[in-house]
């Protein structure tokens, strides 16, 4: 079993080159099924669940392969309509393979998805929205069955929640459709509007993404395309949050700025210096950070549910009492008992957790539950003092790509063994 030791205080010092997003790329590999012509996708960051899609449509019968951070794939040779339970359970965002399927097989069969366990999520919403589209769906046994008799038509979905994956799902779908797909109350995230950028490259006719209402005219056909991935918003907010619990000065490279639109003030708020260049964001910490009155996950362009857990460990040591309100996930505090362990005082009651500062955490071992709550125990470890043994690292390798590399490059004291 691997583990990383942490020796800490570690102070932080340098530019960091933010790899691609894993929450666009799943996708894009998954849409990449419906073309009948190569696929490279550049900036794909090494990551074990960029491993499992690429075994996934391996599976199906394409042509998939990694060379550094370029991803090719070709579906010419793809045939299979399953993925195999083993690929599934390994992580929660394989049902995005769903529509793909479908959308290339006439049919598809799968089960449950695996992956980190943050409570119900379901794929209600997926499953209705394909209902729309004339798919026909049998559940059993955690079991999905699905067939498409009068091919897939275009449809007017409105989602009740503007959940990601099945707006992913709708948009891969919709597009070799029969008509035009409108979604209501689509997601907003930036990972959405990647999607669509590399799907017109492709030839689809897709306008909106990024806004509450997408429209999609269904064409007969999809090409290749070369496609760059958005840089991954969820870790350089990781390791901005790394840079203020242990006073460093530290420049990420390789961002899109907007998209940190949302977690940035938070860092502004407890005493943090932002300074915002083209491609480029530089943070300056004070000694003892301040506290953040109140966090409220919301979906995009709100504060994001997956960079709750590392502002949380960031909050630890600061100087009052933050507040956090997860309104997305039901389980995502599994990191908290993780956290106390290392010295941190913090509450929970339901969807709300009350951290208070304290002045010292202390190394000790740990175990990482789920990705991000991992990399907020590596946060809480960098700033602690003695040394800390963090396991579950499956589940950070899931997200960060060689994350004790990254962290080593800027001057902390850490190993994986």
Not at 173 to 195: Q, Y
Not at 221 to 250: F, M, Q, W
Not at 302 to 319: C, I, K, L, R
Not at 367 to 380: C, I, K, M, Q
Request: charged share 20%.
């Amino acid at each position: 079993m691997s583990k990383l030791l942490i020796h800490g205080p570690c102070k932080l010092e340098g530019e960091l080159t933010i790899h691609g997003a894993k929450n666009s790329t799943l996708p894009l590999m998954a849409a990449s099924l419906l073309c009948s012509g190569q696929c490279i996708l550049h900036n794909c960051p090494n990551l074990s669940d960029v491993d499992t899609s690429l075994n996934i449509l391996r599976h199906l019968g394409c042509t998939a392969e990694r060379s550094g951070s370029d991803v090719v794939i070709d579906p010419l040779g793809a045939g299979n309509c399953d993925i195999p339970d083993h690929l599934m359970r390994e992580m929660r965002s394989s049902i995005i393979f769903l529509g793909a399927i479908i959308s290339r097989m006439g049919r598809a069969e799968l089960s449950m998805p695996g992956g980190c366990e943050l409570g119900p999520r379901p794929i209600d919403l997926h499953l209705s929205a394909l209902r729309k589209m004339g798919v026909v769906i049998d559940e059993d046994h955690g079991c999905l069955a699905c067939t498409v008799p009068n091919g897939i038509r275009g449809a007017a979905i409105n989602l009740s929640f503007p959940s990601v994956g099945a707006t992913e799902n709708i948009i891969i779908t919709a597009s070799l459709a029969k008509g035009t797909t409108v979604i209501t109350n689509a997601a907003r995230e930036p990972e959405i509007w990647d999607l669509a950028d590399m799907l017109n490259s492709c030839g689809a006719k897709i306008r909106g993404a990024g806004e509450s209402t997408i429209v999609i005219e269904g064409v007969k056909k999809l090409l290749g395309c070369e496609h760059n991935v958005i840089p991954d918003r969820i870790a350089a907010a990781t390791y901005l949050t790394a840079a203020a619990i242990t006073a460093s000065t530290l420049t990420i490279c390789s961002v899109i700025p907007e998209h940190l639109e949302p977690v940035l003030p938070v860092f502004e708020e407890c005493g943090c210096t932002i300074d915002i260049l083209e491609h480029k964001i530089r943070i300056t910490s004070p000694k003892r950070l301040g506290r953040v009155k109140s966090i409220r996950t919301m979906p995009y362009p709100g504060f994001p549910t997956d960079a709750q857990a590392p502002v949380m460990a960031m909050t630890t040591m600061s100087n009052g009492t933050s507040i956090f309100v997860e309104n997305i996930f039901e389980s995502r505090y599994k990191h908290v008992g993780e956290l106390l362990r290392l010295g941190a005082n913090i509450k929970v009651e339901g969807r709300v957790a009350i951290v208070e500062g304290v002045s010292r955490l202390s190394g000790a071992p740990v175990e990482a539950a789920d990705l991000r709550g991992g990399a907020a125990l590596v946060v809480a470890s960098l700033a602690a003092q003695g040394t800390t043994e963090i396991i579950g690292l499956k589940h950070l390798d899931r997200g960060y790509e060689s994350i004790e590399k990254s962290f080593a490059l800027l001057g902390a004291d850490v190993k994986r063994i």
